[in-house]
């Protein structure tokens, strides 16, 4: 209690200590409002679980929401999975100060690192480096779709059953409420078939008993946080198509450099992986690399993390060729030729980093249905392994451009 009315410190280390719940809570409610603390050690702190089945440690992460002035935080070896990254990023997103993270010995999993890249490459907040290695989760993404629908940051749109009294569901709200900003969406527009059950779930927080039915709130709290309810369950559709139906012009508007007489297709992916995707900026273009260099020996941990990279983010040709220097060129662009910009050119410059034809063959015989697939004729039958990140990106492609031809089908009356 004395510890946490310290206003002074900048400097709090209390790893290996088992906190429970109403810990983290406390500690969190201290944090959010200490405006010096710039560092804060808290490895192996959580070895319980709570009784709704969610780890202490994620109550923390949700507070960090509040947090404005922590520049290095570690959370070593705390049981942290995909739903509690996921948290981070919510939390952290608009976190200007902090640099550091340290969250090795965590089950993440791809999962979880795409949460951390994204992280890692938004303008908004200040990361520069997190330590992710032996961060391998064995089932993890079967956890991460049990637990939160299966979220994926470049295609939300999906059904979701969310229990808002455990924290990755409200932090997973938050994000679909970001969206919405992003895209300019209004939440009606967003959120359909809305049912919420005040009494279900298996939430710490009793609901009351008069629970009014539930309301989006526009309006953030003085920290720019959307307030969400502690208890009941929530089920919606969430869709981005009112905003991706702009993308593309009208036949009349289309360039003559267009690649072919009907390129409509080739226009709406180019436009809306260009709205969906991570692209980092400048600034955030060395961190990144700097986090693949760290690993060059460690080569299942560069592995994870281009698996990472190939889920969320387009690249320019430049950052794939600094890649390609820090580890075997042919896996690189095996994993990230679909990640490139869909401009021919940035492809073929991309295929000259490999070394010797016999490197190229390989690369070919990979990523050949990637080369050959054209949006605007994709007419034909695929064999697909979906373990391979190139066919999935043609498996992807193909679901994106059936939706949007079904999309224009239904506005033009077709239906």
């Known amino acids: 209690g004395e510890l946490l009315q310290a206003r002074c410190l900048e400097v709090l280390g209390l790893g290996w200590n088992c906190f ?12 959010s409002g200490h405006k010096k603390l710039k560092e804060l050690l ?13 780890s202490p440690m994620n109550i923390f992460l949700e507070s960090l929401s509040h947090n404005s002035s922590l520049r290095s935080l570690d959370l070593s070896m705390n049981r942290i999975g995909p739903c509690g990254a996921l948290i ?20 993440l999993g791809v999962q979880g690192l795409r949460c951390l890249l994204r992280l890692l490459s938004r303008e908004t907040c200040g990361l520069r ?25 470049t295609e939300p749109t999906g059904c979701y059953k969310l229990d808002l009294g455990l924290s990755h569901c409200r932090s997973l709200m938050r994000l679909l409420y970001k969206i ?22 298996s939430a ?65 992916l180019d436009r809306r992986f260009a709205l969906t995707r991570h692209k980092p900026n400048f ?12 690993l060059k020996s460690r080569p299942d941990e560069q592995e994870l993390l281009l698996d990472a990279l190939a889920s969320d983010f387009m690249l320019d040709y430049e950052c794939l060729a600094l890649l390609c220097e820090e580890a075997l060129s042919t ?74 031809e079904a999309s224009v089908a239904r506005n033009k009356g077709l239906e």
């Open 88 to 107: 981070l990023e919510d939390s952290l997103g608009c976190h200007h100060k902090i640099q550091d993270i340290f969250i090795s010995q965590n089950p």
């Open 180 to 201: 919405c900003d992003r895209f300019r969406l209004s939440f009606a527009q967003a959120f359909l078939d809305l049912e919420y059950s005040p009494k279900e779930g």
């Open 129 to 153: 480096r997190f330590q992710s290695t032996s961060c391998h989760g064995p089932g993890g993404e079967d956890r991460l779709h049990e637990g939160y629908g299966g979220y994926q940051a």
């Open 283 to 294: 600034c955030k273009v060395v961190p990144l690399l700097a986090q693949f260099r760290g």
């Open 331 to 404: 896996d690189v662009i095996c994993r990230l030729l679909h990640a490139v910009s869909r401009s021919e050119l940035q492809k073929f410059m991309a295929l000259t980093k490999l070394p010797r034809l016999r490197e190229y063959l390989k690369v070919y015989s990979r990523c050949e249905r990637l080369l050959l697939f054209n949006a605007d004729n994709p007419t034909g039958r695929y064999t697909l392994n979906l373990h391979n990140s190139a066919d999935y990106a043609v498996a992807e492609m193909l679901k994106l451009v059936d939706r949007w």
């Open 20 to 31: 429970s719940e109403e810990a983290f809570r406390a500690l969190g409610d201290w944090t």
């Open 204 to 268: 710490g927080f009793l609901a009351p008993a008069k629970s009014e039915r539930f309301q989006h709130l526009c309006e953030k709290d003085i920290d720019g946080v959307y307030q969400l309810p502690l208890f009941g369950v929530l089920s919606f559709s969430f869709t981005i198509e009112a905003a991706l139906d702009k993308l593309v012009p009208e036949p009349d508007d289309v360039s003559t450099k267009c690649r072919g007489p009907n390129c409509l297709a080739s226009i709406y």
């Open 42 to 54: 808290l490895p192996n702190c959580d070895s319980c679980s709570t009784p709704v089945g969610q």
